[in-house]
């Protein structure tokens, strides 16, 4: 005899039943995404258009044009300027350098100037350098120099203003032979400080070979120089002249002392 079923084991058979048949019923009625194609993946299979490549004229044009508006700003408004020169850079950096860290001694520029009938050669004493160069030069001077000056070696005779005028450049007149005065390796140093003159008549040459070359026996001439005195504010000052061993000494005085009774 079949035992009675409880109202509560009807109802677990018969959700085990629906269960049992949900499942294949489920897996028949919603398909897998797998193996159903979608939309976008037709589209992509479809054939495209073919795209054609962009043109290259106006690329050539655009170049052609900036190239072309490149050019004419260049030649309108770039400023004329001498090419760069990194050894003349150097130089001119060099010499800056040495101005500015003198410890109150001032660079003085010297350029040559017309011959002037005023200058005198009284007053002007000469005398031997004792020792080296660096041994009669301030040391601020010495220490500043980018390197050690070469000398000319012959000078006949020295003149030069007796007084000066502020704002006005004093006149030095030298007499040395043609080789080393034409040479545009020839230069007249100048430095200053509290009434003291220093000048350095030196050869930019690099080494005594180079300084052999000039002819120290040729013919001599005269050559004017002026300079600045803008630093200048006393009333006496006592300058020096240096070459190959020798010095020359003398004074200048303010235009306005030498006026007054």
Not at 8 to 35: D, I, Y
Not at 49 to 70: D, T
Not at 108 to 134: F, Q, Y
């Amino acid at each position: 005899m079949t035992p009675p079923i409880s109202p509560r084991n009807e109802k677990m058979k018969a959700f085990g039943s629906v269960q049992a048949l949900s499942r294949p019923q489920m897996r028949l009625g919603w398909p897998s995404m797998e193996n159903e194609p979608s939309q976008s993946g037709q589209q992509d299979a479809s054939p495209q258009e073919e795209r054609k490549p962009w043109p290259m004229w106006p690329i050539v044009l655009a170049i052609f044009s900036f190239i072309v508006f490149y050019t004419w700003v260049q030649l309108s408004f770039r400023k004329e300027e001498r090419p760069y020169e990194p050894s003349q850079a150097m130089s001119e950096r060099a010499a800056q350098a040495t101005e500015k860290n003198l410890y109150d001694w001032y660079s003085l520029n010297t350029t040559r100037t017309n011959p002037s009938e005023e200058l005198s050669s009284s007053g002007i004493l000469a005398r031997k350098l004792a020792g080296p160069l660096e041994n009669d030069l301030p040391s601020q001077i010495v220490y500043y120099i980018p390197r050690k000056p070469i000398l000319v070696p012959k000078l006949e005779s020295v003149a030069a203003d007796a007084a000066f005028t502020p704002e006005q450049p004093i006149t030095i007149r030298l007499t040395l032979p043609e080789a080393f005065g034409e040479s545009p390796d020839f230069r007249l140093a100048a430095f200053y400080k509290d009434g003291d003159l220093r000048l350095l008549a030196e050869m930019r040459v690099e080494n005594e070979e180079d300084l052999a070359r000039f002819d120290p026996e040729s013919p001599p001439k005269a050559y004017h120089f002026a300079i600045e005195t803008g630093p200048i504010e006393v009333d006496k000052v006592a300058a020096k002249l240096y070459f190959e061993g020798q010095i020359r000494e003398w004074s200048i005085i303010r235009e306005a002392d030498r006026a007054a009774p």
